[in-house]
């Protein structure tokens, strides 16, 4: 993910959180594939489809849940903003918890579904009217603090509704108690994939999408069904065995000025390769080198297979740099006929030389991986463009 939810401070986890629960909710509930999700709407997670769902997340990072009631100053705020579709007939409120619901209190019947919830409305009733009367006498006896600060609007919204619209309002809502919270969220985008993919792959897509999401977001609050399950398949093919997932294509280093240096920037100057082509190299090799650092973390590959390509690489260039150096040391050519086919070399490496070597999978189709690791391997002086690169360098 593009913020990491372990240094986040805690008034930020419910924020986070919001987005990461709407992406199970669109995979898991959406009847559609034109059922759109949205953030922060109607409420802190909406999905629309043929009824509209509304779900009030109330996150809990403790490892200890404490236990749900009717005096929770969090139901009551949520039942205050629920109380205007107390007269709707296509929308259902879930309320989304990490507290526990005791099977024996009347809540429960929120919980299990049970709609036999006259006895639910009463006690709410009851709950409501004490606050309102504890705080109407507080005003009364002008005390400093009133008490329910919180509660006291959702217990008047409540009690300003009829007994029939009391009673409509409480049989659309669910409580879902014991809920995952953030620290969970990618184990459960995991056990979605599990009756996807093979185990291995399950952890590699997971955090791609949660990345993509992220960043989709960004872009605009509502996202559908069809959007989602088009990257997730999207995902799942790129890591396929003929095949890598592309993290750095479209990828950027902070500052790429910052990536120029070391022996690939002495082996652009031995050709005379200005800066313009410093800059191409520099981002290529950053790309390159993430995106293999990336691949071995993941699993994907191992540092022998990508070692065997490099090879592949080194072959490939030795095929061009030594008939140029051979030509050149025949005919004893100048510096300047020397920089200039050094040169050609350089910009075959950058133009050409994908067309001319496989891929590493063989639907890998970014070329930046072979440009990029030929600039590593010209740090590494395995590589060059100058005819005498390497006698010029490792005497300097």
Not at 281 to 298: F, G, K, P
Not at 338 to 348: A, H, M, P, V, Y
């Amino acid at each position: 993910m593009s913020v990491n939810i372990h240094s986040a401070q805690a008034p930020m986890f419910g924020y986070r959180f919001q987005p990461l629960y709407a992406l199970l909710v669109l995979w898991k509930e959406a009847e559609d594939d034109f059922d759109e999700i949205s953030i922060e709407t109607e409420d802190d997670v909406v999905l629309k489809g043929e009824c509209t769902k509304l779900y009030q997340l109330k996150h809990n990072t403790k490892g200890k849940s404490g236990t749900l009631t009717v005096k929770n100053d969090g139901f009551w705020k949520t039942i205050r903003i629920w109380s205007s579709y107390a007269n709707s007939t296509n929308h259902k409120m879930y309320f989304v918890t990490g507290e526990t619901v005791k099977e024996d209190d009347f809540l429960f019947k929120l919980v299990s579904n049970d709609m036999d919830r006259i006895e639910v409305v009463r006690q709410m009733v009851r709950e409501a009217q004490a606050v309102i009367k504890a705080r109407e006498e507080a005003i009364a006896n002008k005390s400093e603090k009133l008490p329910y600060e919180i509660k006291i609007h959702g217990c008047k919204a409540f009690m300003e509704l009829t007994d029939h619209q009391r009673l409509s309002l409480i049989e659309k809502i669910t409580i879902r108690p014991n809920n995952f919270n953030i620290y969970d969220v990618e184990k459960q985008v995991i056990d979605q994939l599990s009756q996807m993919v093979i185990k291995k792959l399950r952890q590699p897509i997971a955090k791609r999408l949660l990345e993509w999401w992220d960043q989709r977001l960004l872009k605009q609050n509502k996202i559908n069904k069809t959007e989602l399950l088009f990257q997730i398949q999207s995902f799942i093919a790129q890591i396929q065995s003929n095949n890598l997932p592309d993290d750095y294509s479209k990828a950027f280093p902070e500052s790429v000025e910052n990536e120029i240096g070391g022996y690939m920037e002495k082996q652009i100057d031995l050709v005379n390769g200005k800066f313009s082509r410093k800059k191409k190299a520099a981002l290529s090799r950053w790309r390159a080198r993430n995106q293999r650092e990336v691949w071995i973390a993941d699993d994907l590959l191992n540092a022998v297979e990508l070692k065997e390509y490099d090879e592949m690489l080194i072959e490939l260039w030795s095929g061009k740099h030594e008939p140029m150096k051979e030509d050149l040391e025949e005919d004893e050519e100048t510096e300047e006929v020397c920089q200039k086919k050094g040169l050609e070399l350089l910009d075959w490496i950058h133009d050409d030389s994908h067309l001319h070597i496989n891929p590493i999978r063989s639907e890998w189709k970014q070329h930046f991986l072979i440009h990029g690791s030929f600039q590593q391997l010209s740090e590494e002086l395995k590589v060059g463009w100058h005819p005498n690169y390497d006698e010029m360098l490792r005497e300097s």
